[in-house]
């Protein structure tokens, strides 16, 4: 731990990087994968759970905890990290992607953007200060500039415009974010798909010298090859001394794809979102546990996990809670799927430092390529 912000790059294997964030409440050790606690949960799981599983860190949602139960009462109450009972790092995002979302129900302009509530259709104004504003009343150790998300496909004329936006406010941001010893803000890059933008994105967020930085707007319905085309494209013009985070990102393949490309951070929902309906990651690739030919195959999930619910629990019985949609099938899929996650980056890790991420990454697919066991 140390007072101040601070990234270090350990060491690299081709683009690939291993590194070290260090800040107050603890040390992230990248690529990390940060596990998505929407509203201060990770959903189904027990925090306890979700850091003895190798989280260094997770992510909170600046729109949905703005909503509810409310950014100043939670300030009131101690600050996230002490309502939810995590002391390490948490990362908010800006609210930018859940108000993109809400396309029948805002109004976007220079100053910001007025939605109405989801919840309640109450009327909110969410400006780049005010963004900066709710993630520091919610205590937030990183926090991120309130940018424009466009859905892809778009037409360039509308991309080329809300990339333009969001760098106006980042720089409003940056001002509204001022100084914050032990914490940072990280701007975003956007520019859709289409490379001269995200060069032009990234090369004027780098002038403001923000301490990280990420790539939006990907992994909105793109297939994967422009996804990884436009980190191609993005990452020569990103700050080598700085954290490059891919935001919503994403399978298992998609990481080992995008450290390969030098990116060092990750979130997404899917290894919780999959596990509560019934999808499980191995090492063995994806296992629908709602399939019929799990029903009495005593067998689990995977003998040599490290985790309880991959490795004692069988199959019979995981396709017995999901069909019944019993809450405990969700919970156990769910801590397995972030296991595997987090025992994926681990090897990331250790690949990298041994100067061997290369094999790693084709033993890991070839791995997943063999399939599951065969059926009894």
């Not at 063995?284 to 003998?303: F, K, Q, S, T, Y």
């Amino acid at each position: 731990m140390t007072e101040t912000f601070q990234f270090k790059l350990l060491t690299t294997d081709g683009k690939a990087r291993r590194g070290e964030v260090s800040m107050p409440r603890g040390t992230i050790r990248t690529p990390a994968f940060m596990p998505v606690g929407t509203v201060g949960t990770v959903k189904a799981m027990y925090l306890d759970q979700v850091r003895d599983l190798g989280a260094d860190i997770i992510l909170g949602n600046t729109y949905h905890l703005m909503l509810r139960p409310g950014a100043e009462r939670v300030a009131r109450l101690g600050g996230l990290h002490e309502l939810i009972r995590w002391k390490h790092p948490i990362l908010t995002d800006s609210g930018g992607f859940q108000v993109m979302s809400l396309s029948g129900l805002r109004k976007l302009d220079e100053q910001g953007v007025t939605f109405k509530s989801h919840i309640d259709g109450a009327l909110h104004h969410m400006s780049p200060e005010r963004s900066i504003e709710i993630q520091g009343l919610l205590g937030s150790d990183i926090q991120m500039q309130l940018d424009e998300c466009v859905a892809l496909p778009a037409s360039p004329k509308e991309i080329e415009r809300a990339m333009e936006m969001s760098l106006r406010w980042a720089e409003r941001c940056k001002v509204a974010f001022g100084d914050q010893p032990g914490k940072a803000m990280f701007g975003i890059v956007q520019g859709g798909d289409i490379p001269h933008l995200r060069v032009r994105s990234a090369q004027a967020l780098a002038e403001l010298n923000l301490k990280g930085y990420a790539i939006g707007g990907l992994a909105v319905g793109e297939p994967q090859e422009v996804m990884l085309d436009m980190i191609d494209t993005t990452i020569p013009h990103m700050p080598t001394e700085k954290p490059r985070y891919l935001m919503g990102v994403g399978t298992p393949d998609d990481m080992l794809k995008s450290v390969a490309r030098g990116i060092d951070m990750f979130d997404c929902v899917m290894p919780t979102r999959s596990g509560r309906h019934g999808l499980a990651f191995t090492r063995r690739g994806r296992i629908n546990l709602r399939n019929a030919r799990h029903a009495e195959d005593m067998r689990p999930l995977d003998e040599e996990s490290s985790c309880p619910a991959a490795r004692d629990y069988s199959r019979a019985y995981l396709h017995h809670l999901v069909r019944a949609n019993e809450s405990l099938g969700g919970m156990l899929l769910t801590w397995s799927n972030l296991s595997y996650y987090q025992d994926l980056m681990s090897g990331i890790r250790k690949a990298i430092e041994e100067g061997r991420f290369a094999d790693f990454m084709v033993e890991t697919q070839e791995e997943w390529a063999r399939g599951d066991l065969a059926p009894l």
